[in-house]
T-cell receptor, first 116, second 113 residues
Framework: DADVTQTPRNRITKTGKRIMLECSQT?????MYWYRQDPGLGLRLIYY???????NKGEISDGYSVSRQAQAKFSLSLESAIPNQTALYFC???????????????FGEGSRLTVL | KNQVEQSPQSLIILEGKNCTLQ??????????LRWYKQDTGRGPVSLTI?????NTKSNGRYTATLDADTKQSSLHITASQLSDSASYIC????????????FGKGTTLSVSS
């Protein structure tokens, strides 16, 4: 089984629908992240969480919300999906790394979302 | 502004040939630099990490270099294989609170037979 599991892997939805992407991990890491990947733009950070009670906005958080239900679970919600949220979404985990800086990121397999 | 620029944007080479990917950064204060490999339809996987004091590090046929003075890193792939076809992403970590990761947009490498 994968260390970082994302569900669903693929989802097609319509504008205005609420969508939840779920992420669970068995790495035992406290830090979890949601990224969005678009062609030509690379990976961009949506939200991150350093422990169960910690939620932080990334560079593109507008239109998204997250929930950290447990150390191992971090979900991303689109309250009212719009077409420009069509993208590949990745969940990742990490340990603190040396000196408190971010260690190696371990990514899930991705969730491809299409908003019509 | 902290930035990571990768070149070329894409590259096509023949199987068995060598290639070098470049990463220039303007991140300060610098903590470390990682190269990730992302196969099509998969999540990125770390290849190597470079810290300030390291100049060269190898991982099989992959060799990363770091010049902290010029703020440049390269990833050299020797004797390329079809399985090397992927995107290669340079990620620089700034020494500060928070996540502080700056991502390059990646280089897409295609190895043909």
């Amino acid at each position: 089984d994968a260390d970082v599991t994302q569900t669903p892997r693929n989802r097609i939805t319509k504008t205005g629908k609420r969508i939840m992407l779920e992420c669970s991990q068995t790495k035992g890491h406290d830090r979890m992240y949601w990224y969005r990947q678009d062609p030509g733009l690379g990976l961009r950070l949506i939200y991150y969480s350093f422990d169960v009670k910690d939620i932080n906005k990334g560079e593109i958080s507008d239109g998204y919300s997250v929930s950290r239900q447990a150390q191992a679970k971090f979900s991303l919600s689109l309250e009212s999906a719009i077409p420009n949220q069509t993208a590949l979404y990745f969940c990742a985990t990490s340990d603190p790394g040396q000196g408190g800086n971010t260690g190696e990121l371990f990514f899930g397999e991705g969730s491809r979302l299409t908003v019509l | 502004k902290n930035q990571v620029e990768q070149s070329p944007q894409s590259l096509i080479i023949l199987e068995g040939k060598n290639c070098t990917l470049q990463c220039n950064y303007t991140v300060s204060p610098f903590s470390n630099l990682r190269w990730y490999k992302q196969d099509t339809g998969r999540g990125p996987v770390s290849l190597t990490i470079m810290t300030f004091s390291e100049n060269t590090k190898s991982n099989g046929r992959y060799t990363a270099t770091l010049d902290a003075d010029t703020k440049q890193s390269s990833l050299h792939i020797t004797a390329s294989q079809l399985s090397d076809s992927a995107s290669y992403i340079c990620v620089v970590s700034a020494k500060k609170a928070g996540t502080a990761l700056i991502f390059g947009k990646g280089t897409t490498l295609s190895v043909s037979s």
